[in-house]
């Protein structure tokens, strides 16, 4: 049995990012969109440094929303486990109910992206787990 790399391992100056990004045309972010080595992969990457960070990128695209955002995997699943379920709502996000950074939509030779640049910046406090 094999692993798959993550979507994105970014080393930086002060901190290192592991992103699993992840799409859906609901408004809700479920915890079963991580496969379970993806779930493992972000938590053990957290816990070998402190200045690692697991990040997931969660776009919304339907028809009446297309925003996306980046947040700690273990600030989500304090605030799941808090709330006594498995999931976050784009409203949550948006109102800030947990620390995320808002994925403006930009355009990146002729195709449409997201601009990353609070993901790279990112000043999060570790989180107590």
Partial sequence: MGTRPADELVLLEHVNLLCEEKRT???RFMLSML???????????EKALDRNIGLVLV??????VDVAYAFRLVH?????????RRYITLEEL????IE????????INGERGYDLKGVRDCT???AIT
């Fill in 76 to 84: 989500a699943m304090a605030y799941m486990n808090q709330k006594g």
């Fill in 94 to 97: 948006q109102q800030g109910k």
């Fill in 59 to 64: 776009s919304f695209l339907n028809e009446a």
């Fill in 35 to 45: 496969r379970t080595d993806q779930l493992k992969g972000l938590i053990n990457f």
């Fill in 100 to 107: 995320a950074i808002n994925l403006p939509r930009i355009e």
């Fill in 124 to 126: 999060y406090t570790k």
């Fill in 25 to 27: 045309d609901g408004d």
